[in-house]
């Protein structure tokens, strides 16, 4: 059986070909940036605020951030060579220059040509998808669409920039209030000098009637894009959140640090999706995004749900814990992954489930595939205080190994302080087996066809979570990286 | 007295004084030394008289050799086949806290036992006993040769409770061996312990642990499969109430091709006794067709005690077959149910399920006396 595979994957061009197929996304659009110098002190956070016109709780709020950042280190902690980041050298803020559209049809039309490109369905797409779409272009939120009929449901959804002069009370009430601005050394750094992203309010008993979706990309060169996501769903309401991600190709290493907060009361719903395609750097690790991510999710009202699902297949480095805390008697948390690493990418993801209230359940579906020399690592937390009474946890766990000089890593800590907890983990790893690719050839179906059918059948537990235009993408996604480093 | 008292006062006329103080000047492990997070505190933190449950004395079989190990006396009953000698043992450790233990072994000189077993053909018996207060440390190194079968029965007994025992064994299994080593720890002293096995082409390691005593009780278990073909098989039963603390950190390193490696780790916390297992697997590069397989399974019977654990897998290698699995839970309702239907009581339902539950460590145990009288123990320890 092996001479068989050696002979299929010895003179497989093709497969090697894909292998090698460039990063479709990484083009430059030439467009007009006004950015900011470069470095990063309290002037420079007074000017970003300044710019955005935020009023001066919200500039103290960032700039108590910032002093507390000073104070911090970065995370040494997670299985990552990073090399060492510097923070003056990043422009800290990027808008495209022109004064921000009041519709879509005051775009840049090589904006619109951008995300064209991109495949994003922002215009007649949109309408088509019924898919309702923000769009981070660097730092700056450049158009959202289906705002009258979002409106018409009562579901706020608009820019952050746009939130905190529409709508302040809400934001300062709820911002920071998962994420604290102290809470490590990227959400610090984030709270300090974010310069724009995403804001969704879901009012008390409205199920939001279409997905939204978020777009970002980092266009202009050295600088790093740091937004923000606030999403409030209130009792009994329900929303399903999209996030999409790519950068253009450049040699250095670009920076994203970003803080996503979700809030839901009780019974309410929300649903978190992302597919994480940032420019993955180089087949000898050159360039690529470095992606430091807070995600965290509070079910504070009583039978609440976060779900948590991540396709993550791009950036240099990936470092990503989205996090559920189960504060509200009943409250479910979910998280499933795909993370994909190839060449030299490196991914430290994985997620917390923190039980307070009773009965809260929580199930964690992890899938991880490294290639090349990718290094993959699963690290989760699982916690049940006392107060926790009947929690219950399922973990899985498995990781695909193709290659010699790849890893593959779990390191899950389980914590349990409430004897009625159930919590259960389990984790395998292991190559693509040989019987299952024998028996694919053995039938016809050639090897670069088979090693995609197995990998989205290892996956297929999380895509299944996707809404369907995600999952056509993220199976899409995971065929160009992966197909063909076999052999 | 606290651990770092008691290591002052050790220090007041070491071989060494000066590096061992270079070694103390680091500090003890914190709760930011990572694997040392769930214990750290606990280890600053003891200053009064634990739960000691001595058990019976079991029937141990017949031994060829016993080796006695009494603070830093050793004995060594005649026996043919096990030359004793004294060791140097030098060597570096990585620097940081969670070293610290072993390196102040290093630095104030603490004498080494070294056995070499040649032949053995009944079993071996480590006594490990430390009648005082105070701190001490136990340093020993077996060399198992060639080919060679052992047996090999390590109790830790007696003990003070405020003694704080540092222990550190090195067991070298050469090629062909094969080592079976039942550990049982009822001693009352607390303890930091360290054991470092290295396995040859061919070797075997069968470790059965026991572990019902100690108010504090932290061991390092690092297993080194260095040859092909190498197989280490791991069984662990902690069994804590009161307000004991345990914690094992295991480490079982692939680095050829072709080793297995399989683990079972049982853990009982009641009261408000706190247990910690890390199990971590490592997958070396180039340790290719590598397979192994660990298995936690926890019981946590009251809402004060605690249990943590962390099976960690770190794989660089292809064509590895690796799963590791955690539970952590309480008596199954419906068993606990059935045996009440039957006319079982409560309590003695629970009892027999929990005996039941560490039973599968237990069976391991070769000898039926002595895993009789372990037996006994842990169901003693459950009704207490």
Redesign the interface.
């Known amino acids: 059986m092996s001479e068989l595979l050696e002979s299929h994957t010895s003179g497989n061009a093709h497969v090697d070909e894909l292998v090698r197929k460039g990063y479709e996304h990484g083009f430059v659009t030439d467009i007009e940036t006004e950015v900011l110098p470069p470095g990063l002190n309290e002037g420079v956070i007074r000017a970003i605020s300044a710019r955005k016109q935020e009023p001066a709780w919200l500039t103290d709020w960032r700039l108590s951030a910032y002093r507390h950042w000073l104070t911090m280190a970065p995370p040494e ?1 997670a299985r990552l060579e990073i090399a060492p980041i510097d923070f003056q050298a990043i422009s800290y803020f990027a808008a495209p220059k022109k004064n921000l559209p009041k519709s879509l049809d005051e775009v840049d039309p090589k904006l619109l040509e951008t995300f064209d490109k991109l495949g994003v369905p922002l215009h007649e797409r949109a309408r088509l998808a019924g898919v309702a779409v923000d769009a981070v272009f660097d730092s700056v939120s450049v158009g959202t669409t289906f705002k009258k009929e979002l409106n018409a449901a009562g579901v706020i959804f608009c820019s952050f920039s746009e939130a905190v002069r529409e709508h302040p009370e809400l934001i300062q009430k709820y911002l920071g209030s998962v994420v604290p601005a102290g809470d490590n050394y990227f959400a610090a750094l984030n709270s300090a000098v974010f310069s724009d992203g995403s804001f969704v309010f879901v009012p008390k008993g409205v199920r939001c009637p279409m997905e939204l979706s978020t777009y970002f990309r980092i266009n202009a060169r050295d600088t790093g894009q740091f937004e923000r996501t606030l999403i409030v769903v209130e009792d009994a309401g329900h929303v399903s959140y999209l996030e999409g991600c790519t950068a253009p190709m450049r040699d250095e290493n670009q920076l994203h640090a970003a803080v996503v907060e979700l809030v839901a009361l009780e019974d309410a719903q929300i649903k978190y999706s992302t597919v994480q395609n940032w420019y993955p750097g180089d087949e000898d690790g050159k360039g690529g995004i470095y992606n430091f991510v807070t995600k965290r999710g509070d079910c504070r009202g009583a039978r609440s749900k976060i779900s948590w699902t991540q396709v993550e297949t791009g950036s240099a480095i990936t470092w990503k814990y989205p996090s559920c805390v189960l504060r509200g008697d009943d409250s479910v948390g979910e998280f499933y992954s795909v993370a994909l690493t190839n060449h030299r990418q490196q991914a430290d993801t994985g997620t917390k489930m923190i039980h307070l209230g009773a009965r809260t359940k929580s199930k964690i579906i992890s899938k991880g595939i490294s290639a090349g020399r990718g290094q993959n690592t699963y690290r989760g937390l699982v916690k ?1 205080e ?1 107060s926790a009474v009947g929690a219950r946890n399922f973990t899985q766990c498995d ?1 695909l ?1 193709i ?29 693509i087996s040989d019987d299952q690719l024998f028996y694919c050839l053995s039938r016809g179906i050639d090897e670069e066809n088979a090693v995609s059918m197995i990998v989205d059948g290892f996956c297929k537990q999380v895509f299944k979570e996707l809404p369907m235009e995600f999952a056509v993408e993220a199976k899409k996604l995971l065929e160009v990286s992966l197909e063909g480093a076999i052999g | 007295m606290s651990v770092m008292d008691a290591v002052r006062a050790h220090l007041t006329a070491p071989i060494n004084r000066e590096s061992a103080e270079q070694v103390m000047g680091t500090g003890l492990p914190h709760a930011k030394t ?1 694997s040392w997070r769930y214990s750290a505190r606990a280890l600053g933190d003891l200053d009064f008289t634990p739960p000691h449950f001595e058990g019976d004395a079991p029937s141990w079989p017949a031994a060829a050799c016993d080796v006695l190990v009494a603070g830093e006396q050793l004995t060594c009953l005649p026996s043919t086949g096990v030359s004793v000698s004294a060791a140097t043992i030098g060597g570096e450790l990585p620097a940081g806290e969670a070293q610290s233990f072993a390196r102040l072994m290093l630095a104030d000189g603490t004498p080494c036992v070294r056995l070499r077993i040649e032949r053995a053909t009944t079993p071996l018996r480590l006594s490990l006993h430390s009648p005082h207060s105070g701190y001490h440390a136990l340093r020993l190194l077996i060399d198992v040769a060639p080919g060679v079968n052992v047996h090999l029965i390590e109790d830790l007994h007696g003990g003070h409770p405020a003694g704080i025992v540092n222990r550190w064994v090195d067991l070298r299994i050469a090629a062909g061996a094969s080592v079976q080593w039942l550990r049982w720890q009822r001693h009352a002293a607390r303890s930091v312990q360290r054991t470092d096995v290295a396995l040859s082409t061919e070797a075997r390691l069968s470790y059965t642990a026991v572990e019902c005593d100690a108010r504090f009780a932290r061991h390092d278990l690092n297993v080194r499969l260095e040859g092909q073909g190498a197989n280490a098989m791991i069984d662990g039963l902690v069994v804590v109430n009161g307000r004991q603390h345990h914690d094992t950190q295991l480490a079982l390193r692939h680095s050829v091709l072709g080793a297995h490696s399989r683990t079972r780790w049982r853990m009982i916390a009641s009261d408000r006794a706190r247990s910690v297992f890390s199990g971590l697997i490592h997958v070396a ?1 180039g340790a ?1 067709c590598s397979e192994a397989h660990l298995k936690t399974a ?1 019981l ?4 004060h ?26 008596l199954d309702d419906k068993a606990l149910f059935y045996l009440r239907s039957r006319g079982v009581s409560e309590p003695e339902a629970r009892r027999m399920l929990t005996v039941a539950f560490g039973g599968d460590v237990l069976s391991s145990v070769s000898d039926v006396a002595v895993r009789e009288t372990m037996a006994a123990v842990v169901a003693a320890k459950v009704a207490q």
């Open positions: 902690w049940v006392k990781s190994l290659g010699k000089r790849c890893g593959a890593h779990t390191f899950p800590y389980i914590e349990v302080k409430q004897p009625s907890a159930i919590v259960e983990h389990e984790a395998t790893t292991s190559k | 990572e590069p290719d926890n946590l019977l009251s809402p005690a605690e249990i943590d654990t962390k099976p960690e897998l770190v794989i660089e290698a292809d064509e590895v077959v690796c799963s590791h699995g955690a539970t952590v839970g309480q």
